[in-house]
């Protein structure tokens, strides 16, 4: 819907709190020096850890995949994507997880 809606795919930043996206975990294996380059370049929309969210640049819209993994992660994430998101932070995940963790209704 994003990229539907004229939004730029290097506009786009995806984190993951648990398992990595499948484009990530397929980027990752050509090594570190590349996977950071396709996020240097800003060609298209990046995958990454949540656990690295402060290494990634702001980008106009933030997508948090609260996908799994431990709740610290996810503490630090969320702080982190609204930090980088330029215009749209989307968190996409249980509901109730996401209150539980946050100790708050969002």
């Known amino acids: 819907m994003l990229l539907d809606s004229g939004r730029a795919p290097g506009d786009i930043l995806v ?3 648990g398992e990595h996206h499948p484009w990530a975990a397929h980027e990752l294996s050509f090594g570190e020096d ?3 380059a396709q996020h240097d370049a800003r060609d298209d929309v990046f995958y990454a850890d949540a656990a ?6 702001t980008r106009p819209v933030v997508v948090v995949a609260v996908n799994g993994g431990a709740d610290d992660v996810t503490v630090r994430a969320l702080p982190a994507a609204m930090a980088r998101a330029g215009a749209l932070l989307i968190v996409c995940g249980d509901p109730q997880r996401v209150n539980a963790v946050l100790g708050a209704g969002v």
């Open 15 to 17: 984190l993951t709190t």
């Open 34 to 36: 590349a996977y950071w």
């Open 52 to 57: 690295v969210a402060e290494r990634a640049a």
